[in-house]
T-cell receptor, first 116, second 109 residues
Framework: GAVVSQHPSRVICKSGTSVKIECRSL??????MFWYRQFPKQSLMLMAT?????????EQGVEKDKFLINHASLTLSTLTVTSAHPEDSSFYIC????????????FGAGTRLSVL | GQNIDQPTEMTATEGAIVQINCTYQ??????LFWYQQHAGEAPTFLSY??LDGLEEKGRFSSFLSRSKGYSYLLLKELQMKDSASYLC??????????WGAGTKLIIKP
């Protein structure tokens, strides 16, 4: 079946540094990728939707200058958390929607970000 | 507003059957998904319903009634590994995915 690869699975960084998370669709072309954030014991919160070759659409309350999203190809989207702070510590999950049957969203394994 | 309701938590016994309900009020409907999420992991796809009726896939079945805005996920022959959160999500008329808060299922021996 379709597979989405997300890397890294875990990152620990110092406050003020930037962190890049990659999301790749491995066996299908992802016309749309989604980035979610999830706090412990809470449901997924959509951060942004990115379509290949165009600017990402951010949800209300999500800072576009802080969470930079690039979807340069049909198989790769990146999320960069700029100048990370401890409150940015969370579980970030990407998903990809492509030309697969039923337009199912397939999720990456997630990235656990810890900002010290 | 758009709303998806599912129970916060359910408990069941190993080997038994459990039904997790989901009701939704959304602007339009283009399909309903069920995902399983183990603690600390990303969700994994379980089922997709767009037409009324029951879809069976092994131990898991999913039912949809569009007129009632209602779905359920049925898990049979429960195993300890089925302990997880189960997320209901609906695609609305704008093809946005609206997520429920999830149902935490606890399986007891």
């Amino acid at each position: 079946g379709a597979v989405v690869s997300q890397h890294p699975s875990r990152v620990i960084c110092k406050s003020g540094t930037s962190v890049k998370i990659e999301c790749r669709s491995l066996d299908f072309q992802a016309t749309t990728m989604f980035w979610y954030r999830q706090f412990p014991k809470q449901s997924l919160m959509l951060m942004a939707t990115s379509n290949e070759g165009s600017k990402a659409t951010y949800e209300q309350g999500v800072e576009k200058d802080k969470f930079l999203i690039n979807h340069a190809s049909l198989t790769l989207s990146t999320l960069t958390v700029t100048s990370a702070h401890p409150e940015d510590s969370s579980f970030y999950i990407c998903s990809a929607l492509g030309r697969t049957p039923r337009d199912i969203q397939y999720f990456g394994a997630g990235t656990r970000l810890s900002v010290l | 507003g758009q709303n998806i309701d599912q129970p916060t938590e359910m408990t069941a016994t190993e080997g038994a059957i459990v039904q997790i309900n989901c009701t939704y009020q959304t602007s339009g409907f283009n399909g309903l998904f069920w995902y399983q999420q183990h603690a600390g992991e990303a969700p994994t796809f379980l089922s997709y319903n767009v037409l009324d009726g029951l879809e069976e896939k092994g131990r898991f079945s999913s039912f949809l009634s569009r007129s009632k805005g209602y779905s359920y996920l049925l898990l049979k022959e429960l195993q300890m590994k089925d302990s997880a959160s189960y997320l209901c999500a609906v695609i609305d008329s704008n093809y946005q995915l609206i997520w429920g808060a999830g149902t935490k299922l606890i399986i007891k021996p």
